[in-house]
């Protein structure tokens, strides 16, 4: 397809009838309309080339605005050469060059029939295209006759194909208009800018294939699928580079409050695609890139209107909805001329109408860039002036500010200091550069303070290290007893999260020495739950002075005393939090109420805490949310969302340098163990680190531990048990020196008998599985002691074995852990296989295989399916994903339930009872191992139609509300197998 008829197959297809009519008789005129850049030269050269083809003769002429005073000059570009009007070019030029009066002389009726007859005689021999490109510059003798010939070819052979540029001023404009009343409306074709459809093929045919998918959306993004510069920006690019040449002036981080709209340059840059930013210090070749374009373009601006230029820069700087008074202020002009030049602007199609933004991108970064860049700043200055007076949102007068090269009032910095704090949360980045530009630019001695505050709160956000670096710094400086106490805390907080937790303590027992006496009793209250939360986090059970009851929790749970009791504590606790959601008191009531058994209850609030820490917006603090409900997520069994969030939170940690601080570890614990459910055994081995495993000087943090635990077992998969020993043994010696014996808090004990075993010492490995059955049988919650039962069935044989594993799946079947389930019936399957009972181990097998495959614990189903084989069974290959578990009409029942039908809707299409509509559902919910339709979508997409269940004995009918209510006679005159699987 030639690269002109991108996009344009309609308009190809009228000009080509257009064309067949001529060859038969019948002439005809047709007008090509469109914006700049829209492809109407290259339609009209496709029309030529087709005419040619055809046999026609084809005479063409191209109208300029310099030529304009040159008399019959189109109309001589058309017909000079054509044998039939050479002979009388010399009178006739003589003749319209008299002057009449003092005013040019018009062509008089003879001269402009005899031009007529000269161009029907030639169509008598052979049919002619005559081709106008740019019919607005024509000049006014000529337009005159293309006017008179276009009322004269219904019964010529002549096809007049001309073309016009919307919004550029005509010759005359009286003649134009006239010119187009005559064209009938389908001869009449209107082309915009390509289709985002069209605009992709063209790109990718003009780049092609070695290119990526990101960079041709970005190149169609940043020219608003315009032909022309489209074209121009892929053959002016350099070698790889495919995105809008646009300056990167001053902006937010990601330019999230650059004025709206996107069609800013700085913008523009950031939201077509992953590019480089271009800037004064680019080589010359790179900065000249379009340099053809832009004179285009600005060419057109001064033609368009006098202030067109002026205007069209002035909303390059504004980029978004135009203010027409806005305008005129910053361009010193009346505000009557201002909106005259944005209608001219509009309808030549450099502003969208709706909203008076630039249409194309590239063109508003093209003009910005022509800006002289003390003029620019200027203009960003005077725009956040204008704008502040007028009430706009301050992130838009700051986004203006940051551009501004002098901040000469006081209102400047204050503002960019409040939009900073008001934005250092969501964008940390875009909140440090609104910082430093205030204080680069001077801020007031009171406020000095407030501003390395904000920037330390900035640098969290962006590189934890160096925050604590700024904060040791600046609670180094002399401040009030209460301003200390305030640094002091804070600095704490940061050490707290980058592990060093001796740093933390001594910081804040420094700041009591140095305030004793002098402060009031706030801010001592303040000091000591500090130094609480610090020795909590350092593995003390002594949360505060004023929270017996979390102490009591805490002494509980870690000796592992009546899980009960500790459930009721932590439930109470958490109904009604006594300590604010995210703190590090919160947190250890939430994990006493997970290791209690309550897993659901723990899911119900570690989902709120994600959503309040997203919606306050602090890295840290998301991170923390989002681990730690990858843990519990992992306790229920969740594979898939327990990667999702301790994956997001690894990589919200490695943004910010902190990815082996705090709850960093605790996530790609997460991974491994998910990893290792998953077989997937490359993976976690690409996880461990020995930098992170080894403790060396640096102290064995909570979350450390859980990484080295995750570490001992996936080297035993390694075939490395020993190596994992070592790991264990420093678990060991961090939870004796913090008093805890819990097995539910970490098994190490299970982990170890299981590397006893890789190392075929067994007598060893039964004495640490059986030692945690006895503290998981003190303790009391069904979970830990399924897992404790588990690992001391697999040390242990005979009948022995086969009563512990039957006892854990006993106790583990009711309790909301699945995947420990599933371990428990492969190891009572595997029991009853050495024992002789074939029967019963292919059923508990069976099992085994069903809740594997729906958890997606490939690792587990390949050991069940061996085993299965073994004991004489084989798998089903029907089963091999977690939707194929379902039976057809659980399937189908499910996919309706997940694009949002209610029950009675589903029976009501499906023509069966609601009690049949809900028993699928609840064998659908136990085979996906799920607790509720709002979790169907994870395995049927929404917007997906549903698979027709062929065991239906009707068909569904087309809508819900013509269907009949199925009732019992219903039920009843429907036979039961075309209800159920």
Known sequence: MPKELFGRIEEAKTITEILDAARAGAGAVALVEGIIGTGKTSLLRWAEHTARDQGMTVLSATASPTEQSFPLGVVHQLLGTLPETANGWDRAFAAYGTPRDGAPAEPDYPLLAELCAGVGRAARRTPILLTVDSVQHVDRPSLLWLGFLSRRLENLPIVLLATKRCGEPASDQHLLVEFMEGLRPDRHIHLNDLSPSAALDLATSLCGHHHGHEAVDALVAGTGGNPYLLTEQIRTGPTGFFGPLVPAGPTLHSAPFAPTGTNHPDGAGRSAGARGDRTAGDPPDEQLRLQAVKERILCMLRRIDPYGLEIARAASILCGPVDAALLADLCGVPTEDACRCLGRLTESGLLCPDDMKFRHPLLAGLLYQDIPCAERAELHRLAARRMRHRGAPGEDVAAHLLRSHRLDEPWMAQLLMDVAQGVVEHDPAGARRLIEKAVLHGVPEEQEDRAEALRIQALSGLDLPAAARAMTAHTATDAGPAERIRHAVRLSDLLLRLDDTTGALDVLEEARRETTGTLDPTAAARLREAVAQVRLHDGGHHPGEDDRLLRVLLLRT???DSAPA????????????????????????????????????????IDTEVGLARADGTTTRIAEALAVRGLVQLHRGQLARAEDDAREALDLLTRIRAGRFHVGPLARSVLIDVAMERDDVAAADALLDDDLLLPGDRPVTWWRLHLLHSAGRALGRLGEARRGLVLLAHCEEELARRGIVNPAILPWRSTRAALQLACRNVPAARRAAHEETALAHRWGAPVALGRALVAEAAASSGREALRLADRAVELLEPTPAPLLFAHALYAAGRAHRQSGTARRSRELLHRANEVGISLGADGLVEAVQ???????????????????????TERQVSELAARGLSNRDIARLLQVSLRNVESHLTHSYRKLRISGRHELDRFFAADEPPVPAPVLLYQPRPTLTSAPAAGPATARSVPPGSRTA
């Open 558 to 560: 870690a000796a592992g």
């Open 566 to 605: 500790a459930r009721r504590i932590a439930d109470r606790l958490l109904s009604v939090p006594r300590a604010p959601y995210g703190s590090a008191r919160w947190y250890q009531a939430l994990l006493a109420q997970l290791w209690a058994g309550e897993v659901e209850e723990a899911r119900r609030h």
């Open 866 to 888: 061996r085993e299965l084989r073994d004991a004489g069974g084989r798998p089903d290959p029907r089963k091999d994903s977690t939707e194929s578990l379902l039976t057809p």
